[in-house]
T-cell receptor, first 113, second 114 residues
Framework: SQKIEQNSEALNIQEGKTATLTCNYTNYSPAYLQWYRQDPGRGPVFLLLIRENEKEKRKERLKVTFDTTLKQSLFHITASQPADSATYLC????????????FGRGTSLIVHP | DTEVTQTPKHLVMGMTNKKSLKCEQH?????MYWYKQKAKKPPELMFVYSYEKLSINESVPSRFSPECPNSSLLNLHLHALQPEDSALYLC?????????????FGQGTRLTVV
């Protein structure tokens, strides 16, 4: 069966460190992978999109990698700040699904001052 | 204006009530979506409209009835809901259908069915 796995345990880190979140998937062949941020009781906010033929994408303090061999994406936030505390969702986009994103359950990040 | 506006923010309804959720965007996006999200779970796709036509219905029960009156508005009509339908209902829009461009989400409607 198809699965998108994100660590269900919260990631706790100290301010200033790099946070690394993982998204693993099985039985998918995504053409794109997206990362979103979601604050409690709010809608997700788009952060980055990476294509299957791209290894890495950067935006300010954010970096995403995409390894289609390992079937994994890593999401990094450098110089993390308490304001980065939120749940981060990955979403896979596959051609077979009319290119509609399918979301993972997300990982909660808590940045301690 | 890069906002998707959803009303109401909170809604409590009885199982025999009829209510509607509303969603509006003025970004010229031609694809609009309804998602349902339960606590600690991912958003689950319910419906997709593309160019004001229903493109995808993810086998949603008929007690949920979507409507797209024009390219800026999306409604979700609710009737005879069950307590298990209590969730955060999210509307989203994107330039075209699918995940090749970013989706913009509204803040959601927190629905409680009593």
């Amino acid at each position: 069966s198809q699965k998108i796995e994100q660590n269900s345990e919260a990631l706790n880190i100290q301010e200033g460190k790099t946070a690394t979140l993982t998204c693993n998937y099985t039985n998918y062949s995504p053409a794109y992978l997206q990362w979103y941020r979601q604050d409690p009781g709010r809608g997700p906010v788009f952060l980055l999109l990476i294509r299957e033929n791209e290894k890495e994408k950067r935006k300010e303090r954010l970096k995403v990698t995409f390894d289609t061999t390992l079937k994994q994406s890593l999401f990094h936030i450098t110089a993390s700040q308490p304001a980065d505390s939120a749940t981060y969702l990955c979403a896979l986009v596959t051609p077979g699904g009319s290119y509609i994103p399918t979301f993972g359950r997300g990982t909660s990040l808590i940045v301690h001052p | 204006d890069t906002e998707v506006t959803q009303t109401p923010k909170h809604l409590v309804m009885g199982m025999t009530n009829k209510k509607s959720l509303k969603c509006e965007q003025h970004m010229g996006h031609r694809a609009m979506y309804w998602y349902k999200q339960k606590a600690k779970k991912p958003p689950e796709l319910m419906f997709v409209y593309s160019y004001e036509k229903l493109s995808i219905n993810e086998s949603v029960p008929s007690r949920f009835s979507p409507e797209c009156p024009n390219s800026s508005l999306l409604n979700l009509h609710l009737h005879a809901l069950q307590p298990e339908d209590s969730a955060l209902y999210l509307c989203a829009s994107s330039q075209g259908m699918g995940g090749t461009t970013e989706a913009f989400f509204g803040q959601g409607t927190r629905l409680t069915v009593v």
